[in-house]
């Protein structure tokens, strides 16, 4: 390509190390894409002859159907997929292949190739957390009456419903996916005409290559427009952010199957055995999300230390954007399938979530509230709730087992109606303030995230 202006040709290990085909032939369809709408616009605006700019287009359809039918492989030894593309644009249909580059740079080529394939992936990407929060939704809506333990500091704190519990994460994966509208929207801007850095003398229309493509708006700088990449560290930081929501929930995921909770059952299809152990079921899917996290984040520090020195504008540490982001989007999507599969497929354990909501004295805020209710002060009633509860401990007895008497002892504002009161049912169905794990507010919450998937569609 350069003999023009090299003596000699280059090391062929230079050649490997500068090589970027084994990954960016992912774009392919992107590159074709975009130079196609790119010869119409030189066609139109007269750069180059309306006949050529027909003749390169129907060349590129031809490419990309032959590439898609497996009639067309890609070159290993290839520079990068922009390269391929014009050596085979121009081995078909010769002289007339070589105009196609006109006006036009590696470095604003390749910025538009990554906006468009990162749109692509966007969508992809949203389309399964909304699959993901509808099979919450679903078992939401089975468990609005399944009582659990509420944590803080993983000991048990307050009463909650198993509804609850898991729209607390489709709360998070929610604005996951509006994270990634927003993403999408700077992703969203058509860079080409910004040339190598200083755009071009040629009389270009970007803005028809933009509509062509369907982008929202064209860069305004174009020595930023080939030179940042933050829209790929923007959806590098959303990946990263709903990754470590899902290994929350994973984590919690694996306690819950653990014998010492034994909360949830994972179905057999989303466990494995051991190789020595015939007793053990390991959730081994949840692992590796949790394990995968750190690698999408590894993923983002590599974005965001290959760009954090380099010179306006094109530098060739760029190159770089892709296997990162790539190999965080390859892991996102199949982490989120996997769980959400995993997930609908778990059998929730209630009698287990009720057991251990009846242990621990999850109720001893409520029995503080009782007395409150009965006129004594919040400062008071904790106390005295805190030393029933020392006795409970002392006398290996719960609160619910308590006699009235002893009650009584500790305050005479006790009366029968204290076991309605610390009930776990009342304790939930008390607690319907906006956004609290009461039925009524928990029904609410399903239906605006119905509501949000039905818009999301
Ligand atoms: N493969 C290159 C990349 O991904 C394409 C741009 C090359 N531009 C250049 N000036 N060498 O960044």
Known sequence: MWDARFSKAVDSRVNDFNSSIS??????????????????????????AKEESAKIIEALRQILADIESGALAIDPEAEDIHMFIEAVLTERIGETGKRLHTARSRNDQVALDIRMHLKEEIKAVQTLIASLLDAICSKAEEHVDTVMPGYTHLQRAQPVTFAHYILAY???????????????????????????????????????VADLLGFSTVT??????VSDRDFVLELGSALSILMMHMSRFSE????????????IELDDAYSTGSSIMPQKKNPDVAELVRGKTGRVYGDLTTLLTMMKGIPLAYNKDMQEDKEAIFDALD????????????????????????????????NA???????????????????ISGRLVAHCIAENTTLEDLP????????????????????LETCVAERGAYGGPAPASVRRQITLLRSFLSEAK
């Open 23 to 48: 990954f960016d032939w992912r774009m392919y369809k992107s590159d074709i894409t975009g130079s196609i709408a790119h010869a119409t616009m030189l066609g139109e605006c007269g750069i180059i």
């Open 170 to 208: 489709a709360q998070m994966f929610m604005r996951d996916y509006e994270r990634l509208c927003d993403v999408y929207k700077r992703t969203d801007v058509m860079p080409l005409g910004s040339g190598a850095l200083a755009s071009t003398t040629y009389p270009i229309d970007r803005h028809m």
């Open 220 to 225: 305004e700088n174009s020595m930023d427009g």
């Open 252 to 263: 919690e995921i694996i306690l819950w199957c653990s014998s010492e909770f034994k909360f």
């Open 331 to 362: 892991n996102v999507k199949i982490a989120v399938e996997v769980f959400t599969a995993m997930f609908t497929t778990m059998t929730v354990r209630k009698d287990n979530m009720r057991a251990a909501a009846s242990r621990g004295f999850i």
């Open 365 to 383: 805020t409520d029995c503080a509230d009782y007395l409150v209710k009965k006129g004594m002060a919040f400062r008071d009633a904790y106390k």
């Open 404 to 423: 009235l008497d002893t009650y009584k002892s500790y305050s005479d504002l006790f009366g029968e109606d204290v076991y309605g009161a610390i009930s």
